[in-house]
């Protein structure tokens, strides 16, 4: 039998090994070792007839340790494969088949309790996945189907609380999805259809006050929308029709005092925003035209005396910006074109 050793280089000089392996009869046949450019050894092998046949081991390239071993049956990953943490403790399993990862993939942590277990099919997770905490304790449990979420999607504290709750359908989010603080108290309720908002839409704060209420339909707001401050008032409110403000929309502070009301065209684009002080005084108003600012703007201390004008043209200052003092007697003068400040 005629057999040779065979080795490639990484380099033209031939001075850095990169594999080893040898010839019987012209085809590659028993052990392979792969080398880095630093010739630390990182991978051994077996071939037979030119193909992967027996294990494949990969090594850390400064200990030597086993990071992974994967067989091969003609060429082809076949069985069982594991990786391996530093210390030689078991950190993943494996099974391919022609392959393809199926069947059960388990994960550990370096002490040895599980990680995670989910099910494979053709490389892809089919089937129930679940994660744990090093506790043993469950972190969530999954479905998936194709390597999609398809069925119920569930978080969970170490204390068993659950976080989320939600359903999947072909890797969208498809009915109620709810989820909660870790005190067991609801933070939202969220309907969806086929991965788009529709039906309810509910978000809490942590004391179980509201944070924001309102309904979607196919994906855009339908009917009013009302937000909250943490103290209970209503801290912003609008009414829609397929996404479109039908009605001003209003803003107020946590005093409820009114903040600022916002006046919208037939196609929900602003046209006029009005601000207020918290004592009812107006503090500026905007005009606008194609979603800009447009005009002058005139804005008001808290006494009602006139503080600044600016003038806005396709939402950049443009023109002279004039500021008073208490007295509303003018004290500087800017000069602006298309948003640039124009030094004098």
């Known amino acids: 039998m005629a057999q040779d050793t065979i080795r490639t280089y990484y380099d033209e000089e031939e001075t850095l090994v990169k594999e080893l392996y040898f010839m ?56 069982v494969s594991k990786s391996f943490f530093p210390n030689g403790s078991l950190k993943q399993s494996s099974t391919y088949v022609d392959n393809q990862i199926t069947g059960e ?36 449990k999954v479905h998936f189907s194709e390597g999609r979420y398809d069925g119920l999607f569930e978080e969970f504290t170490e204390n068993g609380q659950i976080l989320v709750s939600a359903n999947y359908i072909n890797g969208e989010l498809d009915g109620r999805e709810t989820q909660y603080f870790e005190d067991g108290q609801i933070l939202s309720i969220i309907d969806y259809s086929k991965g788009v908002l529709d039906g309810v839409y509910e978000l ?28 209970g008032e209503i801290k912003e409110r609008a009414i829609f029709k397929k996404g479109i403000p039908t009605e001003p929309s209003e803003k107020y502070y946590p005093s409820g005092k009114l903040k600022q ?28 035209l194609n979603n800009e600012a447009q005009g002058e703007v005139r804005i008001y201390r808290k006494d009602g005396s006139l503080e600044e004008i600016r003038r806005f043209q396709d939402g950049e200052f443009h023109g002279k910006r004039e500021y008073f003092d208490e007295k509303e007697t003018l004290i500087k003068t800017e000069t602006y074109e298309k948003g640039n400040k124009i030094n004098k």
């Open 24 to 79: 019987v009869n012209g085809k590659a046949n028993g052990e392979i070792r792969r080398f880095d450019e630093e010739g630390n050894l990182v991978l051994i092998g077996q071939l037979q007839d030119d193909q992967r046949n027996g294990d494949f081991v990969d090594l850390d390239p400064e200990t030597g340790d086993t990071l992974r071993i994967i067989p091969f049956v003609n060429n082809v990953r076949s069985g």
């Open 105 to 140: 993939v388990i994960t550990y942590y370096e002490s040895g309790q599980v990680s995670d277990k989910t099910n494979f099919l053709d490389n892809k997770p089919d089937g129930l996945s679940e994660t744990f905490f090093e506790s043993g304790k469950q972190a969530s």
């Open 204 to 231: 809490n704060y942590p004391d179980g006050l509201p944070e924001r209420r309102g309904n979607y339909k196919k994906g855009y707001e339908e009917g009013e929308m009302i937000s909250y401050h943490p103290n």
């Open 261 to 288: 009301k916002m006046s919208f065209d037939k196609s929900g684009q602003p046209l006029l925003e009005i601000n207020y002080h918290q004592n009812g005084q107006v503090y500026f108003a905007v005009n606008y």
